[in-house]
T-cell receptor
């Protein structure tokens, strides 16, 4: 089944403890992206990647890092999480030239 | 800079009534507009895009460049339409989507 997967789906952590949320897609999509969803603010893009080894900042990149070493994976790294990063995170992918994005199931992160 | 405004955070309609979810945008170029939907416990998914001029699940949306709007409409709401709806804009030549804040639609039986 063609899909975008994220792990973990739920995570509770403490301030300052480094964490990684993985994202993987099996559709051979070039483009991948991370969003956070917050009440009243909708979806805001954190980082995106046009292809392997090509990443760029979105609208709210502060406090996050990403890497794209392989086409299928696009992990989101929080080096030192803070409570204001408590949110619902979505990974998405699409094929270059096609505007429909396919979303993962979401990761609900709580930083205490 | 682009901006997508969905003025209604919450919208409730009765089953069988018409529904319109508003979306206004500001962008000086020619945008591509989309509606994405998130049903309960499901992933966000594309509902329709303006360039396709299609009707999906009875929903339509027309791009009105004069009013800079892309409202989503359905003549007869169904209970299964209850969901979170996001309007999204893609600028010409850009690689990413810019989303509005979303409208939660509840269809009352």
């Amino acid at each position: 089944e063609a899909q975008v997967t994220q792990n973990p789906r739920y995570l509770i952590t403490v301030t300052g403890k480094k964490l990684t949320v993985t994202c993987s897609q099996n559709m051979n999509h070039e483009y991948m992206s991370w969003y956070r969803q917050d009440p009243g603010l909708g979806l805001r893009q954190i980082y995106y990647s046009m292809n392997v080894e090509v990443t760029d900042k979105g609208d709210v990149p502060e406090g996050y890092k990403v890497s794209r070493k392989e086409k299928r994976n696009f992990p989101l790294i929080l080096e030192s999480p803070s409570p204001n990063q408590t949110s619902l995170y979505f990974c998405a992918s699409r094929r270059t030239g096609i505007n429909e994005q396919f979303f993962g199931p979401g990761t609900r992160l709580t930083v205490l | 800079a682009q901006r997508v405004t969905q003025p209604e955070k919450l919208l409730s309609v009765f089953k069988g009534a018409p529904v319109e979810l508003k979306c206004n945008y500001s962008y000086s170029g020619s945008p591509e507009l989309f509606w994405y939907v998130q049903y309960s416990r499901q992933r966000l998914q594309l509902l329709l895009r303006h360039i396709s001029r299609e009707s999906i699940k009875g929903f339509t949306a027309d791009l009105n460049k004069g009013e800079t709007s892309f409202h989503l409409k359905k003549p007869f709401a169904q209970e299964e339409d209850s969901a979170m709806y996001y309007c999204a804009l893609k600028r010409t030549g850009a690689n990413n989507l810019f989303f509005g804040t979303g409208t939660r639609l509840t269809v009352i039986p």
